[in-house]
């Protein structure tokens, strides 16, 4: 079985939302459910049809987040360190073509927000810049075209 690393944060994420699906989503479309049968004929009745695939997607995405909490490999960034990237790093990266920086944390693929930073490791940036060093220069597949940066920093906070 797979190990699916992620930082203590991530992990209290994945936590918070496993219990709001079981104990507030699952409860409340169960409800939702038990209202729509009243109502009569169930072949008809549009309110059950959509609580019941309400109910599917519910029960799929607790499996699905049990899974991943089953596999959890919790590493916690503040005990890392060194001068090589690796999961958990927050990088800065300086664009060669317009020096432009940006910085980013290396984290597990259920954590990833790029709005706050954060890149899942299975990115081409993260896969890119895994194993290599502060002053290393680095390619990187994007959508618009391949881009080279420059490691500028590598820290662990």
Do not use: C
Request: hydrophobic share 35%.
């Amino acid at each position: 079985m797979e190990k699916v690393p992620m930082t203590p944060g991530g992990y209290s994420r994945l936590e918070e939302d496993l219990k709001r699906l079981k104990y507030v989503e699952r409860p409340a479309v169960i409800q939702a459910i038990s209202e729509a049968r009243a109502h009569g004929d169930l072949s008809e009745n549009a309110e059950y049809h959509a609580a019941k695939e309400r109910q599917g997607w519910i029960e799929g995405q607790i499996l699905e987040l049990e899974d991943k909490f089953s596999r959890a490999e919790v590493i916690d960034v503040t005990k890392l360190a060194g001068d090589t990237v690796k999961f958990g790093a927050t990088v800065i990266l300086i664009d060669e073509d317009t020096d432009q920086k940006k910085t980013w944390q290396i984290v597990g693929d259920y954590e990833a927000d790029v709005k706050s930073g954060k890149i899942s490791i299975s990115s081409p940036i993260a896969r890119a810049v895994i194993g290599k060093k502060k002053g290393d220069s680095v390619e990187v597949a994007a959508p618009g075209g391949a881009k080279t940066y420059e490691i500028g920093k590598v820290q662990f906070v």
